[in-house]
């Protein structure tokens, strides 16, 4: 009789969050999974096809702590420019912590998810890190009074999160250096 494993998903999901974070999604596989988990391969498999529909419940477990944090923000007693710049430094720091999950965001195409409806993996992802951005962005326009046009608006608050991505990849062991930069270029954007 097979033993029974409580919580085994969770264990999967844990285990596979942890190679992820880790390693590159190539670097990953099912039977490394497994072996961290604990089970045969055969039972992952029961869980999971594939690696790739893993991958796509790790990224989005794995965000959902992130966004309860970014949405906290919003409802603490502060100015809107403090909010901002908590905002910033979380979503930086969540970001260079994932290593391998946050490498996924960058191969995808900013631009693209204002026309493509993508709900899966880093497409999802991206998308809800733009709309929370977009959030707080109209948050300090109306706290502030700030008049921005729509064109340098769009680009604006696409290109925030790819600011992020590229200066943690560009400069990863200057976090204080880099996140003290953002919020100077972002609420210089906003002046």
């Known amino acids: 009789m097979p033993k029974i494993i409580k919580n085994l998903k969770e264990k999967i999901l844990i285990s596979a969050m942890e190679l992820f974070n880790d390693f ?6 099912m039977s ?6 604990g089970i045969a391969v055969g039972t992952l498999y029961n869980y999971y096809p594939n690696k790739k ?17 970014l949405d906290a923000i919003l409802i603490e007693n ?15 720091t969540e970001t260079a912590n994932r290593k391998g999950l ?6 995808v195409d900013a ?13 999802g992802i991206r998308k809800e890190i733009y709309e929370r951005i ?17 064109n340098f608006e769009l680009r604006f608050k696409k290109n925030i999160f790819d600011y992020i991505l590229a200066i943690i990849k560009a400069f990863p062991d200057e976090k204080e250096i880099n996140i003290e930069y953002l919020k100077h270029l972002i609420n210089s954007a906003l002046i």
Do not use: C, H, Q
């Open 24 to 29: 590159k999604y190539k670097d990953v596989t």
């Open 32 to 37: 490394g999974i497994a072996k961290k988990t």
């Open 53 to 69: 529909n893993l991958f796509v419940d790790v990224f989005k477990m794995s965000w959902e702590e992130t966004f309860t944090k």
């Open 78 to 92: 502060i100015t809107f420019r403090e909010k901002l710049d908590n905002f910033i430094e979380i979503l930086y």
């Open 102 to 107: 946050g490498e996924e965001l960058l191969k």
């Open 111 to 123: 631009f693209k998810l204002t026309n493509v409806d993508r709900s899966n993996g880093a497409f």
């Open 134 to 150: 977009e959030n707080i962005i109209e948050e300090i326009k109306k706290e502030e009074n700030l008049s921005v046009s729509p």
